[in-house]
């Protein structure tokens, strides 16, 4: 059974910082890799993925994966209040389609 | 704006009463997902269909838990006999497949009291 864990649980950052967030997962097997967003009262909404061992970047946003380690991670550069909101990873396991969501990390971009 | 629609976006159902709530997937979707999400902001999955036909769901679903995605209808939700810890909001999310990104709905948020 796939766990998926994030960290930390809440952050409050300062506008213009730089953002990291965890997400570990327990399947070697999984095979796709995505954070969520869910601004406040919204619908949730893909950010980014990744399939494969590396880091790739969209903007502000830079997502590395390494599945030796069972982890991977999203950074935010130049964090920006309207950044603020809840951030879900997702990893789909090798066995099944299943798209399982991590425990979530709350942040908050203070101007 | 979220294309998959779900509703009602609020249910309130006292103890012991059936519970239920739809989603019309995104245009083309075949993949539909549901979700509930409680108050701490932790997401379970309970089901996922491909088309009409279920491809997995948990135990939980399969006890109180009904739901269908009938062709040319609405998917549906349903709780047969509501408790206080199915209090949560219960999210719909389709896919082109299953490895693409999911879109979801605004959520029905359940409130049994």
């Known amino acids: 059974q796939q766990n998926v864990q994030q960290s930390p649980e809440s952050l409050i950052v300062p506008e213009g910082a730089r953002t990291s967030l965890n997400c570990t997962f327990s399947?070697?097997?999984?095979?796709y890799f995505w954070w969520y967003r869910q601004h406040s009262g919204k619908a949730p909404k893909a950010l980014m993925?990744?399939?494969?061992?590396g880091e790739k970047e969209e903007g502000r946003f830079t997502i590395h994966l390494n599945k030796a380690s069972l982890h991977f991670s999203l950074h935010i550069r130049d964090s920006q209040p309207s950044d603020s909101a809840l951030y879900l990873c997702?990893?789909?396991?090798?066995?099944?389609?299943?798209?399982?969501f991590g425990t979530g990390t709350l942040l908050s971009v203070k101007p | 704006n979220s294309k998959v629609i779900q509703t009602p976006r609020y249910l309130v159902k006292g103890q012991g009463q059936k519970a239920k709530m739809r989603c019309i997937p995104e245009?083309?979707?075949?993949?539909v997902f549901w979700y509930q999400q409680n108050k701490n902001n932790e997401f379970k999955f309970l089901i996922n269909?491909?088309?009409?036909?279920?491809?997995?769901q948990i135990d939980m679903t399969e006890k109180r838990f009904s739901a269908e995605c009938p062709s040319n209808s609405p998917c549906s939700l349903e709780i047969q006999s509501s408790e206080a810890g199915d209090s949560a909001l219960y999210l719909c999310?389709?896919?082109?497949?299953?490895?693409?990104?999911?879109?979801f709905g605004h959520g029905t948020k359940l409130s049994v009291l």
């Open positions: 999310a389709s896919s082109l497949t299953g490895n693409e990104r999911l879109f």
């Open positions: 399947d070697s097997a999984s095979q």
């Open positions: 993925s990744i399939f494969s061992n």
């Open positions: 997702a990893v789909r396991g090798g066995s099944g389609n299943k798209l399982i």
């Open positions: 245009k083309g979707h075949p993949v």
């Open positions: 269909f491909q088309n009409q036909e279920v491809l997995q």
